[in-house]
């Protein structure tokens, strides 16, 4: 079975500092992972997907096939960052798509 | 275009009660998914809908049930409601298959 593993509950770092939230799967297919973020008060929204391999608010994430992660990463942290962070496995079952999360890092970025 | 969404935001019900939430996709979009998220086990999959027909279900009892019309509005239902079923539950939309899922805001379900 498919499993998202974020091993961090909570993240605090100074402002100004490198971040790095992991993240770890298992999955026997070919993995198509995505970072959702959510602000306080606000929706869940796609911070940025793999296969884009796009840069969104300074943040990246590279797939490791090899280690299983998809570790998000920003060099230095803004309080704007602050938030609740999922890692997400789309996987194919039973004729659809559906997602697998992760339990969620909170970053918590200190002025 | 419109983001997804959902009603109402809140609600509050008593066990032993029934309950109905809405969601509106983002126009375009025929599939609609539904999750449920809470502090102790974060964001399950519950259902998902393409076309009038579900597709795919979660690990949930038969008391959530679910329903998309033909315009992919979607309803989902919760019957003899549980203590455990407080929670904010979100409603999702994708154009396709494997592409990105658009969340709503969630309706926030208290069950006292």
């Known amino acids: 079975a498919q499993r998202v593993t974020q091993p961090e509950k909570l993240l605090s770092v100074f402002k100004g500092a490198p971040v790095e939230l992991k993240c770890n799967y298992s999955?026997?297919?070919?993995?198509?992972l995505f970072w959702y973020v959510q602000y306080s008060r606000q929706r869940l929204q796609l911070l940025l997907r793999?296969?884009s391999r796009e840069s969104i608010k300074g943040f990246t994430a590279d797939l490791n096939k090899g280690e299983t992660s998809f570790h998000l990463k920003k060099p230095f942290a803004q309080e704007e960052d602050s938030a609740m962070y999922y890692c997400?496995?789309?996987?194919?079952?039973?004729?659809?798509?559906?997602?697998?999360f992760g339990k969620g890092t909170k970053l918590s970025v200190i002025p | 275009k419109a983001g997804v969404t959902q009603t109402p935001r809140y609600l509050i019900k008593t066990r032993g009660q029934q309950v109905t939430l809405s969601c509106s996709p983002i126009?375009?979009?025929?599939?609609v998914s539904w999750y449920q998220q809470t502090p102790g086990q974060g964001l399950q999959f519950l259902f998902e809908?393409?076309?009038?027909?579900?597709?795919n279900k979660g690990n949930f009892p038969g008391r959530f049930s679910g329903r998309q019309f033909s315009n992919s509005r979607s309803e989902m239902n919760v019957s003899t409601l549980e203590l455990g079923d407080s929670a904010l539950y979100l409603c999702?939309?994708?154009?396709?298959?494997?592409?990105?899922?658009?969340f709503g805001p969630g309706t926030r379900l208290t069950v006292l």
């Open positions: 999955y026997s297919g070919s993995p198509e």
């Open positions: 793999h296969i």
């Open positions: 809908y393409f076309s009038e027909t579900q597709r």
């Open positions: 997400a496995l789309l996987y194919s079952g039973a004729g659809s798509y559906q997602l697998t």
């Open positions: 999702a939309s994708t154009s396709g298959d494997a592409d990105t899922q658009y």
């Open positions: 126009s375009g979009h025929r599939s």
